[in-house]
């Protein structure tokens, strides 16, 4: 069974897809088999993408594909050692199926409180429907000044979800770079792509946590504990 990390938000254009893709992409230089599913059939962001890293032969190739249901992305990902899912910034019905199947739910935000409030909001409709607070992870992106990164802290701190130590500036090399096919981590700026190097490696030690907490967890009884 694959690791599922899923990219949500209420709010569009916080950077559900430019993580996506520089997870994919770290990954993929990793050597993990992966997949990177489009969720979102309005904007298609994550495969456009990915035409542009073919056309431009950038290597890793990374397997993108789009899909109308998460079934049919699970189907398409049974096989590989980690699925990742770009979902539009929206809630719907299928945003909590979404949660219910990732080992990891990741919801990047901007620092204002225009955006850290429904992002937590999003995140308490998650809890109350019984997604374990463990595997909800908050990535303060676009982030300006040290100032109001402290600040979204000190917000978010408050309301007891985890938030990544790192974080991803707001910058128009990583513009620039996605434009081309390429991922955070692999931009012409070596400052950045170690930021964005940071920020993906604690995701994934979040990754592991999150594993590790779900096989901790006490199985329930059956049949064949009373016999
Ligand atoms: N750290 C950053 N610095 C500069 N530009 C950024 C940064 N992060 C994202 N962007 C840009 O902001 C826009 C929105 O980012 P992205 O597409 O990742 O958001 P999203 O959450 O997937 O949006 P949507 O909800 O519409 O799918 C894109 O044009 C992207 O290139
Ligand atoms: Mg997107």
């Not at 073919?54 to 699970?74: G, H, M, S, Y």
């Not at 225009?114 to 019984?130: C, K, Q, R």
């Not at 993906?200 to 009884?221: F, H, Q, T």
Request: proline content about 4%; charged content about 25%; aromatic content about 4%.
């Amino acid at each position: 069974m694959p690791v599922v990390v899923s990219f949500v938000s209420q709010k569009g254009g916080v950077g559900k897809s430019t993580l996506a893709r520089a997870l994919a992409a770290v990954a993929g230089h990793g050597g993990v088999r992966l997949l990177l599913a489009d969720l979102d059939p309005q904007q298609r962001t994550v495969s456009k993408w990915q035409k542009l890293r073919a056309q431009n032969a950038l290597a890793p190739a990374i397997e993108v594909k789009a899909f109308r249901t998460i079934d049919d992305a699970f189907a398409a990902g049974a096989k590989r050692d980690l699925v990742i899912l770009d979902t539009p910034g929206s809630v719907t019905r299928a945003t909590l199926d979404i949660a219910r199947k990732s080992h990891l739910v990741v919801q990047p935000t901007g620092p204002s409180l225009d955006d850290l409030e429904p992002a937590v909001l999003l995140f308490h409709e998650l809890a109350d429907a019984g997604i374990p607070r463990e595997r909800l992870l908050l990535v303060l992106c676009r982030t300006a000044t040290k100032g109001e990164e402290a600040e979204a802290r000190r917000y978010i701190a408050q309301t007891g979800y985890a938030v990544l130590r790192s974080s991803i500036p707001e910058r128009a090399v990583y513009r620039a770079a996605q434009n081309r096919g390429l991922g955070l981590t692999e931009t012409n700026e070596r400052a950045l792509n170690q930021r964005a190097d940071m920020v993906i490696a604690e995701l994934l030690a979040r990754v592991n946590d999150a594993i590790a907490a779900m096989k901790r967890k006490p199985r329930k009884m059956g049949k064949e504990d009373v016999a």
